[in-house]
């Protein structure tokens, strides 16, 4: 079984730029997760989904990040335009209904 | 789960020597207990959870938890380490009935002197 996929692996760029995220999660998995990790710390939940739907978004900082999931498959995690302590690991993650969060690998953000 | 704490940021441990690596989470509900690990330059991966149970879980890679819900703690424990166990290591509490949403320590940074 394919697990979560993620690109681009890592991003380099100007502050007040804007950047976009890919994540394919495990195939029939319905949750969907975006977390913002921050070196030295642990993850933060930006955003989760319930197929197409949000159920929790409540961290993201609406006025410059932005996240859908169309199709209830894939999802697109944007920022724009990105300010210096955007610089972070931005995890996805899925979940098919069970306990447990399966993670992918993760794209690095560099904002200079 | 309102908080988790992770108690060391980093713990240096000499191969083949035990490790224990402590968390403590506050909370007033019941809760749903995972150690996620995470080697360099890659994604979380579950070490191992309690949901119910039997008190001491088994994971993978050799480790192995307790949960104490007196002390209201989940403490991460290997009786003999390895240069491949340095890694990160992150707590995550669920709180019942919160879909599994997850609420993250601040992470171990496990390192494994020869």
């Not at chain 1, 609406?62 to 610089?87: C, H, M, N, Y």
């Not at chain 2, 307790?66 to 707590?91: G, M, W």
């Not at chain 2, 669920?94 to 879909?99: H, Q």
Request: charged share 20%; aromatic share 12%.
């Amino acid at each position: 079984e394919a697990g979560v996929a993620q690109s681009p692996r890592y991003k380099i760029i100007e502050k007040r730029q804007s950047v976009a995220f890919w994540c394919n999660p495990i195939s029939g998995h319905a949750t969907l997760y975006w977390y913002q990790q921050i070196l030295g710390q642990g993850p933060k939940l930006l955003i989760q989904f319930q197929n197409n739907g949000v159920v929790d978004d409540s961290q993201l900082p609406k006025d410059r990040f932005s996240a859908e999931r169309l199709k209830g498959v894939d999802s697109t995690l944007k920022i724009q335009p990105a300010k210096l302590e955007d610089s972070a690991v931005y995890l996805c993650a899925s979940n098919g209904g069970a306990d447990t969060q399966y993670f992918g690998p993760g794209t690095r953000l560099t904002v200079l | 789960a309102q908080s988790v704490t992770q108690l060391d940021s980093q713990v240096p441990v000499f191969e083949e020597a035990p490790v224990e690596l402590r968390c403590n989470y506050s909370s007033s509900v019941s809760v749903y207990l995972f150690w996620y690990v995470q080697y360099p330059n890659q994604g979380l991966q579950l070490l191992l959870k309690y949901l119910s149970g039997s008190t001491l879980v088994k994971g993978i890679n050799g480790f192995e938890a307790e949960f104490n819900k007196s002390q209201t703690s989940f403490h991460l424990r290997k009786p003999s380490v390895h240069i491949s166990d340095t890694a990160e290591y992150f707590c995550a509490v669920s709180e019942m009935d919160s879909n599994y949403q997850l609420i993250w320590g601040a992470g171990t940074k496990l390192i494994i002197k020869p």
